[in-house]
C-alpha cells in the first residue's frame, strides 16, 4: 500500500462470528466419517478469516454488476482440494445472499452466519472430499454488495464510484464481493468473466481472455490469472477507462486503465511501468508474473494505494516513488505472500526499502539518509514491526518505516551490496509464488551469510525501544 498517505493506512476488521459448527449433522452413511472444516484459520489478528479442512485452487468468477443499482448476481466456481476428510466446510462471504450452491454437482445444505456460510453435503459425494481428494462447489449469489468500513475509517470491499464500482480487499474486503477462502494463506488461480453495461470497461488482475463480447447492451470482459493469487489482492474497478495494452521485455504483458479525469495528470508516470519494473527486476529476481500494469482512478474513489496483483491500484495520479512501491510488492506481497497478517511488515518493510533504493540509484539519495530520516521519526517507534499491537495497527507507520529500517540494517550487517542484492533475490525465488512467514525470513537470512543475527532481530525486528542508530 502507499505508506506515505495519512488516509491510506489501513486497518483490521474486528473479529468474525463464531459459526456454531456442534449444530452441523455429521455426514450420511455410505462413506468414510467426516468432520467439520474450521471455520477459521487462527490467524493472530483474524482468527476467524479463512477456512479449515481444504486449499483453494481456482476460482471461477461468473459475474453481472448493474452499477446504477448497486447491485451484483455471481456465480463462483470453487475448485479445492481437502485436506481432511470433510462433512461440511465453510466460505467466507460478506452481506451478499447465497441463492444456491451444489458441490460436485449435487445440492448442498446451506447455514448462514454472518459472514460464514457453511456447505454441508449428502453423504453421497464422500469420495472426493476425503483427503487428497479434489471437489468443486458452486456458489450462486446475490445483492447489493456492501463497503466494509476498518476502524481507522478506511473503506474496502465493494466502493461505489460515479461511474461504476471499484472491488479492494485488504486485508477482509475480497468477502464482500465473492465467496471464498479469504485468508493470505490460501493462493488460487482466478478467472472472471464479468458483464456491465455498454460503455464501461471491467478491469481486473492477469490478462484479457479474449476481446469483450456486447450483447443486448451489456458487455462481459473476461481476466484469467494463471499465477497463484491471496484473494486480498483480487480486484475489480468498473468504469470508463483509458486503456493502453503493450508487450515489454521478456514478453509481459502491460495494461493500463485510467480514468480519464485523471489520463493527462498520470500519463508521464505511468509510461514508466516498464521502466520501473525492470528495474526492480535487476534488484529483486525476474518479474514473477505474466502481466503488469497499474489501475489509476480518481483521486475520490479510495483513500489509499494498493498492490493489488499484476496492476496495482491509484486513487488519482501516482508518484514515481508510489508507482515503486506498489510494484515492489508484487514481489514481496503479491508473488512472497505473509503467511499470516502479522508478517506484514515483509511485505510493506521490503517495499518501501525499495523506494529508497531507487532514491539512492535515481537521485543521489543514499539509503543511509532515508535511514536517518526514519529513525527520527516518533512515529516509527510505535511497536515493533513483526509484532503490531492488533488488527488495528498492522498497517502503522513502524510496518512500514522500521520494517525499512531492518532490511537496511542487514545490508548494513552484510557489508556487501552485491550479497545483499542476492539475498533479496535468493528470497524471492525460494519463496516465488509461496507464503512466507518472519521466522521464515530470519532463518533464511541467517541461512545464506552464515551470520548470527539474533541481536538484530531483538533489537530492530522485536525490540520495545529504539536502538542505538549505529547497533
Given amino acids: 500500500m502507499d505508506q506515505r498517505t495519512p488516509a491510506r493506512r489501513r486497518t483490521a476488521r474486528a473479529a468474525l462470528p463464531l459459526l456454531a459448527l456442534a449444530l452441523l449433522a455429521p455426514a450420511c452413511s455410505g462413506g468414510v466419517e467426516g468432520k467439520p472444516g474450521a471455520s477459521g484459520v487462527r490467524d493472530p489478528y483474524f482468527p476467524k478469516l479463512g477456512n479449515g479442512g481444504y486449499d483453494v485452487t481456482h476460482y471461477a468468477l461468473t459475474l453481472d454488476v448493474d452499477p446504477d443499482e448497486r447491485t451484483l448476481r ?29 458441490v460436485e454437482g449435487r445440492p448442498a445444505a446451506v447455514n448462514r452466519a454472518g459472514d460464514e456460510v457453511t456447505l454441508r453435503t449428502d453423504g453421497k459425494v464422500e469420495g472426493r472430499l476425503r483427503k487428497g481428494g479434489t471437489f468443486r462447489a458452486v456458489v450462486r449469489y446475490s445483492g447489493a454488495p456492501k463497503t466494509i468500513t476498518d476502524p481507522d475509517g478506511s473503506e474496502e470491499g465493494w466502493l461505489p464510484t460515479d ?75 468498473i468504469g470508463r477507462f483509458e486503456t493502453r495494452t503493450s508487450t515489454m521485455a521478456g514478453g509481459i504483458t502491460v495494461f493500463t486503465a485510467v480514468d480519464p479525469e485523471v489520463a493527462k495528470a498520470s500519463a508521464r508516470t505511468v509510461a514508466r511501468v516498464p521502466e520501473v519494473v525492470a528495474w526492480e527486476a535487476e534488484h529483486f529476481g525476474p518479474y514473477p508474473f505474466s502481466a503488469t500494469g497499474a489501475i489509476v482512478d480518481r483521486e475520490d474513489d479510495a483513500g489509499y494505494a494498493l498492490e493489488t496483483q499484476n496492476r496495482p491500484f491509484f486513487p488519482g495520479p501516482p508518484s514515481v516513488g508510489l508507482l515503486v512501491h506498489e510494484m515492489a510488492h508484487q514481489w514481496f506481497g503479491d508473488s512472497v505472500t505473509p503467511e499470516s497478517w502479522r508478517d506484514m511488515w515483509l511485505n510493506e518493510g521490503l517495499a518501501t526499502y525499495a523506494e529508497w533504493l531507487w532514491e539512492e540509484e535515481k537521485n543521489g539519495i543514499p539509503a543511509d539518509e532515508s535511514f536517518d530520516v526514519a529513525y527520527e521519526d516518533e512515529d516509527n517507534w510505535a511497536f515493533p514491526p513483526a509484532d503490531p ?30 550479497e545483499f542484492f542476492a539475498l533479496l533475490r535468493g528470497w524471492t525465488e525460494k519463496y516465488r509464488h509461496r507464503n512466507a512467514s518472519t521466522a521464515d525470513f530470519t532463518a533464511y537470512v541467517e541461512g545464506e551469510t552464515g551470520q548470527d543475527l539474533s541481536g538484530l532481530w531483538k533489537s530492530w525486528l522485536y525490540g520495545g525501544g529504539r536502538p542505538a542508530a549505529d547497533g
Fill in 74 to 102: 455471481g456465480t463462483a466456481e470453487i475448485t479445492a482440494r481437502a485436506t481432511q476428510d470433510l462433512s461440511s466446510f465453510n466460505l467466507d462471504l460478506a452481506g451478499l445472499t447465497v441463492d444456491s450452491a451444489t
Fill in 163 to 237: 461511474d461504476g464500482a471499484l472491488a479492494l480487499g485488504e486485508p477482509t474486503g475480497s468477502m464482500a464481493w465473492f465467496p471464498g477462502n479469504h485468508h493470505p494463506g490460501d493462493k488460487a488461480a482466478y478467472d472472471l468473466a464479468v458483464t456491465v453495461p455498454k460503455g464501461l470497461t471491467a478491469v481486473s488482475n492477469g490478462v484479457l481472455a479474449g476481446p469483450p463480447v456486447t450483447e443486448q447492451g451489456r458487455t462481459t470482459f473476461r481476466w484469467h490469472t494463471a499465477e497463484p493469487m491471496a484473494s486480498y489482492l483480487a480486484t475489480l474497478a
Fill in 389 to 418: 499491537p492488533s488488527a488495528a495497527a498492522i498497517s502503522d507507520d513502524p510496518v512500514y518505516g522500521r520494517g525499512a529500517m531492518v532490511i537496511h540494517m542487514i545490508r548494513e550487517a552484510v557489508d556487501d551490496d552485491g
